[in-house]
């Protein structure tokens, strides 16, 4: 049995399960240095929410901050998450975008790619696996762990398969909801060592308080890389912490090689950023504790986030339980989706509205309607006819072919519709992506450039008066 591996989340998945992924690049450099001495298996840095957050809410761009770990990370593979057609994004969006996309994250410093889709719908994730080997880059399928009256080892077996075939280098199973028990993932990951060549990963949440427990039965199955964050940013709706589990297994056959005091050290300077984040209120107690609903309702700690937000704006914070009922419901009316983004939001957004409003489908966002028409993929389980007639109406024909196959090349446009903004070629791919948000951060950094050409001036003058 071969040493395992760990990827740290610290710099992704830990801040984006905790706090909104609101840490900024200035607090993550100073322990870039010691964070590559580790021996990781690879830094998870750039991708899932990090992108929109560096944009919407630090006013900082997401390619400098890549640029930058990267300078730091000279001898550990730098990781993201891609969200396959829908790249950081909650929409599909045209091929050229999702491969020019890949070419310049491979360019700027990220060495793996882990690819999923909302639907394990293996045509969603074609050209961004494709674009990803074209550019040498590692590219990590993944199967998105759910539970349903669908969702077996055999399902799972044949999507492992799916990915292989499509030149997966290497296989997550992406835990997002912790849900994985842990003799299911002794079961899962024996299953897929059996069956497929390739490394298999595990990425957990600890929000149920079982991952702990689940990451040993897999590492016993012969899982080759687990998913750990570094204390102070571990646990709850984050991932188990990196210290402990190193520590279990020292001096075992499965010793990672890691040095737990190495890692404290790390983790002391991480404590205080953590306390940062809880006194300004982005860090709640909801995020740090177990939710057995987890369980109950399969909705991830993200989602339960959010769907206590949108009671709290339409004031009826008081139906949060008959909104966790609901959810199910919903999910099994659209076809069992895994709930991950964007199907999280779709699925949490409709039960709101269906306990909201007192009856059922009253009223339907058009993110609903696009996932019964099939504009997300096709879903694990066929919708019921009745559903897509309550939905899309009697005359509706959800299409069945690959989503993106209808969407226009979109490269040309968007550099144009952005020109006057462009300082970097990356800068058509923010705008792409997050059109609005991009031309808010343009806009924040003319004026910030502006405002030091100023600064330099008035410094001139008054060392060479006029």
């Known amino acids: 049995m071969a040493k395992v591996k760990i990827t740290e989340t610290v710099l992704r998945d830990a801040h984006q399960s905790l706090f909104a992924t609101r840490m900024t690049t200035a607090e993550m450099l100073p322990i870039m240095d ?39 990370a000279k001898n550990t593979p730098l990781q993201m998450l891609l969200r396959g057609q829908n790249i950081l994004g909650y929409k599909h969006y045209p091929d050229d975008v999702v491969e020019y996309f890949v070419q310049k994250a491979v360019y700027n410093g990220i060495d793996i790619i882990r690819i999923f889709d909302a639907l394990n719908d293996p045509r969603n994730l074609e050209t961004a696996m494709r674009a990803t080997k074209k550019e040498g880059g590692h590219a990590q399928g993944t199967i998105c762990y759910t539970i349903s009256e669908v969702h077996t080892i055999e399902q799972y077996l044949k999507d492992a398969r799916g990915l292989v075939d499509a030149g997966a280098d290497s296989i997550c199973v992406k835990d997002m909801a ?131 937000n949108q009671l709290k704006q339409a004031g009826r914070e008081d139906l949060y339980e008959a909104v966790l009922e609901e959810v199910p419901k919903v999910r099994a009316d659209f076809g069992f989706p895994p709930l991950v983004t964007p199907s999280s939001q779709i699925v ?33 389980v066929p919708i019921k006819q009745e559903i897509i007639t309550k939905i899309l109406g009697p005359d509706a024909k959800p299409i069945n072919h690959r989503p993106a196959d209808d969407i226009e090349p979109g490269l040309d446009k968007f550099k144009n519709e952005m020109k006057e903004y462009m300082e970097q070629d990356e800068d058509i791919l923010s705008y792409a992506v997050f059109p609005k948000v991009a031309v808010n951060y343009f806009e924040f950094r003319r004026a910030q450039k502006y405002q030091i050409d100023q600064d330099m001036v008035d410094m001139e003058n008054k060392v060479h008066p006029v």
């Open 34 to 72: 010691k964070l590559d001495k580790v021996g990781y298996n690879s830094l998870e840095c750039w991708g899932g929410a990090t992108f929109d957050s560096c944009l919407r809410f630090l006013n900082e761009d997401p390619w400098e901050r890549l640029r930058k770990i990267k300078a730091k």
């Open 178 to 308: 912790g849900l994985l028990l842990p003799y299911k993932a002794h079961e899962l990951i024996t299953a897929l060592k059996e069956e497929v060549d390739i490394p298999i990963q595990l990425h957990c949440h600890a929000t149920a308080g079982t991952a702990n427990m689940t990451y040993l039965k897999a590492i016993e199955a012969g899982v080759d890389i687990i998913d750990t964050a570094i204390s102070p940013l571990s646990s709850g709706t984050a991932q188990p912490a990196t210290e402990p589990l190193v520590a279990s297994l020292e001096g075992t056959e499965y010793d990672t090689g890691l040095d737990v005091n190495f890692l404290n050290e790390i983790a002391d300077y991480f404590r205080p950023i953590r306390q940062k984040y809880i006194d300004l209120g982005l860090y709640s107690t909801k995020s740090m504790g177990v939710n057995i609903k987890t369980l109950l309702y399969q909705v991830p700690g993200g989602m339960l986030s959010n769907l206590i």
């Open 348 to 380: 949490g957004t409709q039960a709101v509205m269906n306990v909201i409003a007192g009856e059922r489908y009253k009223m339907i966002p058009k993110e609903s309607k696009d996932l019964v028409e099939g504009r997300y993929g096709t879903t694990p």
